[in-house]
């Protein structure tokens, strides 16, 4: 499975964000949110943590609606940690997690949760791998034995082993090799980041995949699957107290591996020319452009931008009441769909950039000059105060409806553990978009949207109709997105 950048399977910004404002936000980008912002100060999820001697950290989120809980385990590991020449191999190792360990039988796993009326999954991001079960909450004890067998029992046969890499090839094939949008996608990334491993898709090259063995598999198991490596969330009808003497019971008897250190990844060097990405295929029906920058994460480069970037993407891009939207879409009306996105949960640098779909007729010189007026008047006059205003309101609302969801506050804090913030950089959001000023949203921009950072893409059709190509048409991205096993 590979997520948002993550691979649910292996796609980059696929259905789930790693971006802490898309999760929190979750809802829509374009249309009026009718709740109230979390007020300044409080609390978005309210979470309880302790670690056990063996580094593993544990983070509890009541919520007492139903008696349901939500168990997840996060590793600080993904797809960028995949060793050179490998590509693929968390993701393909994620599929084996399921294949049985000294106790469980292969694919036994999956059938015991839903023996017991539960669902489960796993993805793999660039910087993340996590494992997830939601059941009732007299099914919790029974998740955390099994769970914690395999962080420390896996057992990795070749006869399952081998048949679950096809099953990954396939998946490849069919979520980017059948895809102009997500093979175009793969040349973006690897245009913008030079030299980061973010360039990699987290699927892996193909010629890659396919020779990856059991060796590989288990080796890179046994170096990054360690209680001191991982995190343990678990959001629902439950205490600190119920899960304290569970987690000790179950997760508290590994040891910890003192071989893991801290992830030391290579950097990007300075990047001084623009570059231009471009396609044609017979399966493209609507041609799109985009335009992607290399950009600060909130823990890479210069860090102080990450939240005023969040609000410009808002202001810039976010859905229908966006200035790209209104003034390409409703008032020059020379494009079907415009927006902007950046992605600033990564441990490593993130991208902050634009994509537009022209109107029948409408050439792509045509939009591509628009965009670029566009980002000139930005540049020169910043944004208004009526749209910050707005941008902040639409992103604090967001909180609340994050609140009332068992994923999405396990999600927003397992991504933030496992790329190098902490549990109060989640809980401390809304007060730092909601300080966010128009000057540091104009000096963001002027930091990231210069034309040496930038990557241009063109996705075209050849000149006979076609059938349309199926990948998302807004922004498909296939990189550095999770993506969730299929089985």
Known sequence: MVLPSVIFGGVRRAPLRTRLARILAGVVLGGTLAATAVPAGAA?????????????????LENHRLPVVRHMVFYRVGAADDPPGKSGLAHYLEHLMFKGTSTIAPSEFSKIVARNGGRENAFTSADTTAYYQTVAKDRLELMMRIESDRMANLVILPKEAVPELQVVIEERRSRVDNRPAAQLDEHVAAALYMNHPYKTPIIGWQHEVEKLS??????????????NNAILIVAGDVTIDEIRPLAEKYYGRIPANPAIKPRDRLQEPPQRAARRVSMRSDRVREPRISRDYLAPSHTTGETRHGYALEVLSTIIGGGTTSRLYRHL?????LAHGAGAYYDGDLFGPATFGFSVRPRTGVGLEAIEAALDDEIRTLLANGVSADELAAAKKRLLASAVFARDS??????????????????????????????????????????????????????????AAAPPDDAPRERPRTSRTPSESTR
Do not use: C, M
């Open 44 to 60: 978005v999820f309210s979470p309880r943590t302790f670690t056990l001697a063996n580094g593993l950290q544990v983070v509890v």
């Open 214 to 227: 059991v060796d590989d598999a288990v080796a890179f198991y046994k170096h990054h699957y360690a209680p």
């Open 329 to 333: 879409v409703i008032e020059k009306a």
């Open 406 to 463: 068992l994923r999405r506050g396990a999600i927003s804090i397992g991504v933030a553990l496992t790329t190098g913030r902490t549990i109060a950089d989640v809980e401390e959001w809304p007060d730092r978009i909601e300080a966010v000023t128009r000057d540091q949203v104009l000096a963001a921009a002027r930091h990231v949207l210069k034309p040496e950072r930038s990557v241009t893409a063109l996705l075209l059709p050849e000149k």
